[in-house]
C-alpha cells in the first residue's frame, strides 16, 4: 500500500468535478487525484517543482486509485469518512474539494447539514451519518483550531458564520466570542470544539 509520496510534480489533470496531479517519484510517475481547492494553489507548470503528497490508496479489481493530500491530518479525515456508511472515495473528496479542512471540521462538529450537503453526491441523509458517526470521534486537536487567545482563527470564523446564520448581530457575535476566549469561561465550560463554542455562545447571548 501507498501512504506517502514525494517527487516532483510533472503535470495535472481535470475530469468533471475532479482534479489530479501526475508526479514522478524515482522515475515512475503517479497519477494521484487530489481536493480541488489545494489543486488550484499548486505552482501549475513551474518546472520541478518538489511535492509531498500524504496518500490514501485503494486497491480494487479493476483499479489502483491514489487519493492525495496536503497534510497527514486531511488524509486522515478522509480516512475516518470512508468509514461512515454511504461514503465512498470520490463522495469524501467531494467534501474535501467544497469545503477546507477545517471548514468541513466545523460544519461536522456543529452539525451543519446544509453544509455538509453543498458537497456534490452527499444528501441530508449521509450528511445525517457523517454528523453522528464522526462529531464525537474527531481529535480535539483538530477540532478545537487555535483557541488560546483573541485571534481569528478558521473555527473562530466559522462559528461567527453559524451565529450569523442564526440572525445574531455583529455586536451580539463579538459579545458572545468575547465570553468564550474568557479563559475562566473556557476552563470552567471545556470549550474544545466550535460545536461546544456555538451553544455556548448561543447560551451567553440567551441570558442577555
Avoid at 65 to 93: I, N, T, W, Y
Amino acid at each position: 500500500m501507498i501512504g506517502r509520496l514525494q517527487g516532483r510534480l510533472e503535470d495535472h489533470w481535470q475530469e468533471g468535478g475532479r482534479c489530479g496531479l501526475l508526479i514522478v517519484c524515482g522515475g515512475v510517475g503517479y497519477e494521484v487525484q487530489v481536493p480541488r481547492g489545494w489543486h488550484e494553489r499548486l505552482p501549475i507548470g513551474a518546472p520541478a517543482t518538489a511535492l509531498t503528497l500524504h496518500v490514501h490508496h485503494v486497491i480494487r479489481e479493476d483499479a489502483s486509485l491514489l487519493f492525495g493530500f496536503e497534510r497527514k491530518d486531511e488524509r486522515d479525515l478522509f480516512r475516518m469518512l470512508l468509514g461512515v456508511s454511504g461514503v465512498g472515495p470520490q463522495v469524501a473528496m467531494a467534501l474535501a474539494s467544497t469545503l477546507e479542512h477545517e471548514q468541513l471540521i466545523a460544519a461536522i462538529t456543529a452539525g451543519d447539514l446544509g453544509r455538509l450537503g453543498q458537497a456534490p453526491g452527499v444528501g441530508r441523509r449521509t450528511a445525517e451519518r457523517i454528523v453522528v458517526d464522526l462529531r464525537d470521534k474527531l481529535p480535539q486537536a483538530q477540532a478545537s483550531g487555535d483557541l488560546a487567545g483573541p485571534s481569528e482563527g478558521p473555527v473562530e470564523r466559522e462559528v461567527e458564520r453559524t451565529l450569523a446564520a442564526l440572525g445574531y448581530s455583529d455586536d451580539e457575535i463579538r459579545r458572545a466570542l468575547g465570553h468564550s476566549h474568557n479563559p475562566e469561561d473556557r476552563k470552567s465550560t471545556r470549550l474544545n470544539s466550535s460545536h461546544q463554542i456555538i451553544s455556548y455562545a448561543v447560551f451567553c447571548l440567551k441570558k442577555k
